[in-house]
């Protein structure tokens, strides 16, 4: 059989087939690869076709040893988990299934292999993986933190009876006031561990985002007072009020802004620009494309590297002293709250910007 004796519309429905289809000749040569093969083989259908199977793949046992036992069993062997492909430092893991090609009257004419890329389910399964263990942890974070707040409590209390009892030149109230700063600080982690572990039902209203973008910025401008960071904003003032959970708002800009803040430091522009997009968003029933309100926050401050990038959003990731690494992850769960989306643009030395999409109605 010649593939070049095939009706045309035959050889385009296996060409169109999203799956790599391969198949071999009663001697085990290539009489047909699609490109969906070609390019998971990384061999080109001129130079492969006429060749020997178990030449082309001699690098591939597994796939040989299928193919092996397919034509001497005349049944169809499959294997979803242990072939990999590794082509050009690309590795690609297959579901493969070979079949014999079997004719009108029954007898075998040759072998047909199916090349099925697993690349994005295990990205998936990767996905689902990091999602499970992290509301695990989320679960147990959560608990602890609870456990942690009523003697955190107590040792305020404590504390500031102390500093009540002692006089005010005593030295030792320098101690009580590391005591309770501390204290503020471990309750400040608690509280963000909270508000990121426990389910949150939102509270649904018109939101104007100019004025709450509006408000952080007259706070921020007022807490950098001595620094030169300049605040610019350019708001497109035809944005509709968008229907959102205020409170979850203003502390996902506010976090934004200020990790916009600490990473100019003592100067720099912090850009915050909004405007209407059509966007794609996740809804109940998948995806939608809907209008969107989009909000940037950028700044021309220190950027990240790659590995930064890499292990943004991950809780309790910090690159600073005093960080918690937990406004990120609290960001990035009240933008899901809203199903809207987050986007990071950075470069090292140059600075940082995070588009936040918003979609207009829920
Ligand atoms: N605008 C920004 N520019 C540079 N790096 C940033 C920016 N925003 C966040 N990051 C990086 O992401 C990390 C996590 O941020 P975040 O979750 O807010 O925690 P924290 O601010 O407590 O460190 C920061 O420590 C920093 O390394
Ligand atoms: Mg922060």
């Given at each position: 059989?010649?593939?070049?004796?095939?009706?045309?519309f035959?050889?385009?429905?296996?060409?169109?087939?999203?799956?790599?289809?391969?198949?071999?000749d009663?001697?085990?040569?290539?009489?047909?690869?699609?490109?969906?093969?070609?390019?998971?083989?990384?061999?080109?259908?001129?130079?492969?076709?006429?060749?020997?199977?178990?030449?082309?793949?001699?690098?591939d046992?597994?796939?040989?040893?299928?193919a092996?036992k397919?034509?001497?069993s005349?049944?169809?062997?499959?294997?979803?988990?242990?072939?990999?492909?590794?082509?050009?430092?690309?590795?690609?893991?297959?579901?493969v299934?070979?079949?014999?090609?079997?004719?009108?009257?029954g007898?075998?004419?040759?072998t047909?292999?199916?090349?099925?890329?697993?690349?994005?389910?295990?990205?998936?399964?990767?996905?689902?993986?990091k999602?499970?263990?992290?509301?695990?942890?989320?679960?147990?974070?959560?608990?602890?933190?609870?456990?942690?707040?009523?003697?955190?409590?107590?040792?305020?209390?404590?504390?500031q009876?102390?500093?009540?009892?002692?006089?005010?030149?005593?030295?030792?109230?320098e101690?009580?006031?590391v005591?309770?700063?501390?204290?503020?600080?471990?309750?400040r982690?608690?509280?963000?561990?909270?508000?990121?572990?426990?389910?949150?039902?939102?509270?649904?209203?018109?939101?104007?985002?100019?004025?709450?973008?509006?408000?952080?910025?007259?706070?921020?401008?007022?807490?950098?007072?001595?620094?030169?960071?300049?605040?610019q904003?350019?708001?497109?003032?035809?944005?509709?009020?968008?229907?959102?959970?205020?409170?979850?708002?203003?502390?996902?800009?506010?976090?934004?802004i200020?990790?916009?803040?600490?990473a100019?430091?003592?100067?720099?522009?912090?850009?915050?620009?909004?405007?209407?997009?059509?966007?794609?968003?996740?809804?109940?029933?998948?995806?939608?494309?809907s209008?969107?309100?989009?909000?940037?926050?950028?700044?021309?401050?220190?950027?990240?590297?790659?590995?930064?990038?890499?292990?943004?959003?991950?809780?309790?990731?910090?690159?600073?002293?005093?960080g918690t690494?937990?406004?990120?992850?609290?960001?990035?769960?009240?933008?899901?709250?809203?199903?809207?989306?987050?986007?990071?643009?950075?470069?090292?030395?140059?600075?940082t910007?995070?588009?936040?999409?918003?979609?207009?109605?829920?």
């Open positions: 059989m010649n593939p070049e004796h095939l009706p045309e035959y050889a385009n429905v296996i060409d169109s087939v999203g799956d790599g289809v391969i198949v071999l009663g001697d085990g040569r290539v009489i047909l690869l699609n490109p969906v093969a070609e390019e998971l083989a990384g061999i080109s259908r001129r130079l492969s076709l006429g060749q020997p199977f178990s030449v082309l793949f001699k690098e046992t597994l796939l040989l040893e299928m092996d397919s034509a001497a005349g049944m169809s062997i499959s294997d979803h988990e242990n072939i990999v492909l590794k082509r050009g430092g690309r590795i690609t893991p297959l579901s299934t070979v079949s014999p090609l079997l004719l009108g009257d007898s075998r004419a040759g047909i292999v199916l090349l099925k890329d697993l690349t994005n389910i295990r990205d998936l399964e990767a996905a689902v993986r999602a499970d263990r992290l509301s695990t942890i989320g679960t147990l974070a959560a608990g602890l933190a609870h456990e942690i707040k009523n003697p955190l409590g107590g040792i305020r209390g404590a504390a009876l102390l500093d009540m009892e002692l006089s005010e030149e005593d030295e030792l109230r101690c009580t006031r005591i309770l700063k501390e204290v503020q600080r471990v309750n982690i608690v509280e963000e561990l909270l508000d990121l572990a426990s389910p949150r039902s939102l509270n649904l209203v018109g939101v104007n985002l100019h004025k709450i973008l509006a408000h952080i910025v007259f706070l921020q401008q007022q807490a950098t007072e001595g620094k030169s960071i300049t605040f904003r350019q708001l497109d003032p035809s944005i509709p009020p968008i229907l959102a959970d205020e409170g979850r708002l203003t502390q996902l800009f506010l976090n934004l200020k990790n916009a803040v600490e100019v430091g003592e100067n720099g522009v912090i850009v915050i620009a909004s405007r209407v997009v059509a966007e794609y968003s996740m809804t109940q029933r998948g995806e939608r494309r209008r969107m309100v989009a909000v940037e926050i950028g700044d021309d401050g220190c950027g990240m590297t790659r590995e930064e990038m890499e292990n943004l959003f991950t809780p309790f990731y910090t690159t600073k002293e005093k690494g937990l406004g990120l992850a609290i960001c990035q769960k009240i933008v899901a709250e809203h199903r809207g989306m987050i986007r990071v643009d950075s470069e090292e030395g140059r600075g910007t995070f588009t936040i999409l918003l979609p207009i109605v829920q």
